[in-house]
């Protein structure tokens, strides 16, 4: 086991999660409650069809957006 920093905008911010070895976006979005969100693995864009077979071996921060409504 091993963290990353997983950052919520909007939401919560940063925070430490752990994570297991050859754990997938996919296993990640669900348990942390992130479906909906655009997911981004150190800069890089993940693609929704790509969720099941993307690791996070060697990731250090995930962010995960959702769109804000403007004014």
Do not use: C, W
Request: glycine letters at 10%; proline letters at 4%.
């Amino acid at each position: 086991m091993r963290y990353v920093t997983l950052v919520q905008v909007p939401g919560p911010g940063a925070s430490s999660v752990e994570v297991a070895e050859d754990t997938t976006v996919a296993q990640f979005v669900a348990d942390n409650n992130l479906s909906g969100k655009t997911i981004i693995v150190d800069g890089e864009g993940i693609s929704p069809d790509n969720y099941g077979t993307a690791t996070l071996n060697s990731a250090t921060e995930i962010f995960a957006t959702a769109a804000v409504k403007g004014n």
